[in-house]
């Protein structure tokens, strides 16, 4: 957390982003911050404690956002299924929109997150989220499955591989930093690509 809430936070803040984006976590040095923010370093640390809460402060607010829609979008998943609502109403959202609400307007966070995190504990984000999803794709399938759906069997060495395609597909045109365009053409491409797939694992076609 922020130690200084002041007028020239949010410079500071600039200029952390400015620095980790040109030169990863690893790259990056309090010293050139300062510079970057036109202060010395004794008065950086009057916002932050160190290098990595610097970072954290940066991609954290991004992560608690995706977490937020994830769980979210599980349980409403959860009730609809429960509610034997239609299939088309069952999965008419996916983590494509996630995307669109959450990660498109933070583009430089994610970026900072997913190719800037070296030496960070965030390093492994794309490995730790698919992790987090089995548990909860396994847990829907055995749901949809106990309601009649005629659910394919995976083990989960499969899903994981399945899931981290999926994922970092859906992630690249951001991390190329596509125009809005051409962002919205290449989701819509994969989303084309792999719902068809996921809808036969869960039984519906």
């Known amino acids: 957390m922020p130690r200084d809430k002041s007028s020239s936070h949010e410079k ?9 984006l040109e030169k990863g976590y690893e790259g990056a040095s309090i010293r050139s911050i300062g510079v970057r923010a036109g202060m010395t370093s004794a008065g950086l640390y ?3 404690a160190d290098k990595e809460a610097m970072f954290n402060a940066m991609v954290e607010p991004l992560i608690d956002g995706i977490k937020a829609w994830t769980l979210k979008h599980i349980e409403k998943k959860n009730i609809l299924l429960n509610d ?5 109403e069952l999965f008419g959202e996916n983590f494509i929109d996630m995307i669109r609400a959450v990660i498109i307007p933070k583009r430089e966070e994610f970026v900072l997150l997913m190719s800037r995190s070296g030496g960070t504990k965030y390093v492994n984000f794309i490995h730790d989220f698919v992790e987090e ?3 909860h794709f396994m847990e829907a399938l055995t749901l949809m499955k106990e309601k ?3 659910t394919r069997e995976l083990s989960e060495e499969e899903l994981h591989m399945l899931l981290s395609a999926y994922l970092t597909a859906c992630f690249e045109p951001v991390i190329h930093d596509y125009d809005d ?3 919205e053409r290449y989701l819509n491409t994969v989303n084309e690509f792999f719902m068809p797939g996921w809808l036969r694992i869960m039984g519906v076609k």
Do not use: T
């Open 12 to 20: 500071v803040k600039k200029a952390i982003k400015e620095e980790f």
């Open 46 to 48: 009057r916002h932050y």
């Open 84 to 88: 034997s609502r239609p299939d088309d």
């Open 133 to 135: 999803n089995q548990k």
């Open 148 to 150: 009649g759906y005629p």
């Open 181 to 183: 365009a051409k962002m």
